[in-house]
C-alpha cells in the first residue's frame, strides 16, 4: 500500500517518465521481454555479441516510440555456457518477471532446455540463431529467425565437394552438442550424395582439451578435409593440435565458429580454414549497412558479428509482431509471429514458414589474416 501511494505521488510531482523505475511491480508502465544468453563460460562471445545486437535493437525501437505506446524493457539473464540455467532463468522470466515473451539463445541444446518452458506457459519465444530443427519443433509457440542445419550442412557438404574438390572427408563431433550432433548428421548425409566418403566419425565432449587421439587417427587414415561442426573454444584448439600433428588439410566447420576467440586460440593454426554462417558486414542491404553503423557507435567501434546481426534482427522481427498483434497476449503475439512475412532484417529478408523458421543464405568465411573473409553467399 506504501509502494503504491508513494509511486502515485511520483507520478503526480515528476510526471509519467518516473513510472518505468518507480512502480514496475503494480503496473503495465512497460512490456517486459525477456533475454536469455551466455554471457559468460565458454561461450561467452556467443551470449556477449547476440544481446549486443538485441539491446541496440530494443534501444532504436523505444528511441522511435516504442510499441503499443509503451517501452520494451528488456530483462537479460545469463545462462553461464551451462545446461541446467537455461530452466532455471527463463523459469524466473516467465513465473516471476511476468515477460510476456522471450530471445534466445544462441546454442541448440540451450534453446531445447527451455522452448518446453515458453511452450507449456504460451510465451513465445524467438530463438536468434539455433540452427537445430528440434528447436521449433518443440511447440507452435517456438520461433527462430535463422536457417536451420539441413541447410547449413548441405551447404558445407556442397563447398567440400566442389571449392576443396575433397572425395574423403573425416568429421570430428561434439556429442555433448545437439548442434553439432545434427550439423554432422546433415553434412554426412549431403557428402555422401554427392559421392563423397565419409574416412573417419569420431566423437569429443564439448570443453575437452585434448584431442590428438581422434587427430592421430583421423591422420592416419588421410582424408582431403576435416569437417568439425563445433563451438569455436573446441574448434581452435582442434586446429592448433592438428597442426602440431601435422595433418596439412583443409579444416572446416559451421557458424559455431564465430567468434574472434577462434583467432586468439587458435592463431596460425586456424588460418585458411573456412565456415559458414548468417551474416557478414560486408554483403549486405541498406538496411545491413546501417546496423553496421549503429553497432559501431553504440559498441565502441566493434564491427557487428552474424550472432548481433540474428540477435538484431530476433528483437526486431518481435517487436514488428507485437505491433501488429495490437497487444501483448501471448496467443496474439504467436499468431502475429507466425504471419511475419518479408521483414527486411539485417541478416536478409524474413518470411516465418510453416516450421516456424526462416529460410535464408547462408555465407561462408575464409579465415585470412587473423580476419574473417568473405568468400560466397549460397541461397537456400
Ligand atoms: N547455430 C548454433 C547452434 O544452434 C549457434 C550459433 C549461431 C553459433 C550463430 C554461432 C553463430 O547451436
Redesign the pocket.
Known amino acids: 500500500m506504501k509502494t503504491l501511494t508513494l509511486c502515485l505521488a511520483t507520478v503526480a510531482v515528476v510526471g509519467a517518465v518516473m513510472l518505468t523505475g518507480g512502480c514496475k511491480k503494480s503496473g503495465g508502465d512497460t512490456i517486459k521481454v525477456g533475454e536469455f544468453a551466455s554471457l559468460t563460460g565458454k561461450e561467452a562471445t556467443?551470449g556477449i555479441s547476440s544481446h549486443e545486437g538485441t539491446q541496440l535493437a530494443m534501444e532504436e525501437i523505444n528511441a522511435a516510440g516504442g510499441v503499443l505506446g509503451k517501452k520494451i524493457e528488456l530483462l537479460t539473464e545469463d545462462t553461464q555456457s551451462k545446461a541446467g540455467e537455461p530452466a532455471t532463468v527463463v523459469n524466473k522470466l516467465v513465473a516471476r518477471d511476468g515477460v510476456i515473451a522471450v530471445l534466445g539463445e544462441?546454442?541448440?541444446s540451450r534453446s531445447l532446455e527451455a522452448a518446453p518452458i515458453c511452450q507449456q506457459n504460451k510465451i513465445p519465444m524467438v530463438s536468434p540463431?539455433?540452427?537445430?530443427p528440434k528447436v521449433t519443433e518443440t511447440g507452435d509457440f517456438i520461433f527462430r529467425v535463422c536457417f536451420i542445419d539441413p541447410f547449413q550442412g548441405t551447404v558445407m557438404a556442397n563447398f567440400a565437394t566442389k571449392t576443396l574438390k575433397a572425395k574423403k572427408v573425416a568429421v570430428l563431433t561434439d556429442v555433448k552438442s545437439d548442434?553439432s550432433k545434427g550439423l554432422a548428421k546433415f553434412f554426412k548425409e549431403r557428402f555422401t550424395a554427392n559421392g563423397g566418403t565419409i574416412g573417419t566419425e569420431l566423437d569429443y565432449n564439448g570443453g575437452d582439451k585434448d584431442f590428438k587421439a581422434q587427430l592421430t587417427a583421423i591422420k592416419a587414415a588421410n582424408p582431403d578435409g576435416v569437417f568439425i561442426p563445433g563451438y569455436y573454444t573446441d574448434a581452435a584448439l582442434i586446429c592448433v593440435q592438428a597442426k602440431q600433428l601435422g595433418l596439412n588439410v583443409p579444416l572446416f566447420g559451421g557458424?559455431?565458429w564465430?567468434s574472434e576467440e577462434l583467432v586468439k586460440i587458435g592463431g596460425d593454426a586456424v588460418e585458411g580454414n573456412y565456415f559458414s554462417?548468417?551474416y557478414h558486414p560486408d554483403v549486405g542491404s541498406d538496411v545491413s549497412r546501417k546496423f553496421v553503423e549503429n553497432y559501431r557507435k553504440r559498441w565502441n567501434g566493434k564491427t557487428p558479428n552474424?550472432?548481433a546481426a540474428?540477435g538484431y534482427d530476433s528483437a526486431l522481427v518481435l517487436g514488428d509482431a507485437i505491433k501488429r498483434a495490437g497487444s501483448t497476449d501471448g496467443q496474439k503475439v504467436r499468431d502475429a509471429l507466425a504471419a511475419t512475412k518479408n521483414f527486411q532484417a539485417v541478416t536478409g529478408v524474413i518470411t516465418v514458414n510453416e516450421s516456424r523458421d526462416a529460410t535464408k543464405s547462408a555465407v561462408i568465411l575464409q579465415v585470412k589474416g587473423g580476419k574473417f573473409n568473405f568468400l560466397e553467399t549460397v541461397a537456400p
Open positions: 556467443f544462441v546454442a541448440s540463431s539455433s540452427t537445430n548442434y557458424d559455431g564465430e554462417t548468417h552474424a550472432l540474428c
